[in-house]
Nanobody, 116 residues
Framework: QVQLVESGGGSVQPGGSLRLSCAASGIIFRLYAMGWYRQAPGKQRELVAQITSRGNTNYADSVKGRFTISRDNAKNTAYLQMRSLKPQDTAVYYC??????????WGQGTQVTVSS
């Protein structure tokens, strides 16, 4: 059974930082691309950042220079370091795993709220 479990969300003031974690089980983690998506109320889910199995990364323009995605294959965990947070970063953040020819898996989401 595949499980992706996010943690690290919470409430923070503008300019603050948070680090999200996504712990994976039931997949050969090192073979999967890992992604972070977010969904704000009334908006569609959008890609925030992705890291391939080889470690290549890409980011949404809105988070470039502020967010960093990484992975630790030994711990089967992906991370999203978020800095200089803005109110518009407020959303539920979801972790996903993708691999060509395989199912796409999603975590349950973790709330991030940026407010003064």
């Amino acid at each position: 059974q595949v499980q992706l479990v996010e943690s690290g969300g919470g409430s923070v003031q503008p300019g603050g930082s948070l680090r999200l974690s996504c712990a994976a089980s039931g997949i050969i983690f090192r073979l999967y691309a890992m992604g972070w998506y977010r969904q704000a109320p009334g908006k569609q889910r959008e890609l925030v950042a992705q890291i391939t199995s080889r470690g290549n990364t890409n980011y949404a323009d809105s988070v470039k220079g502020r967010f960093t995605i990484s992975r630790d294959n030994a711990k089967n965990t992906a991370y999203l370091q978020m800095r200089s947070l803005k109110p518009q970063d407020t959303a539920v953040y979801y972790c996903n795993s993708e691999r060509s020819g395989s199912n796409v898996y999603w975590g349950q989401g973790t709330q991030v709220t940026v407010s003064s």
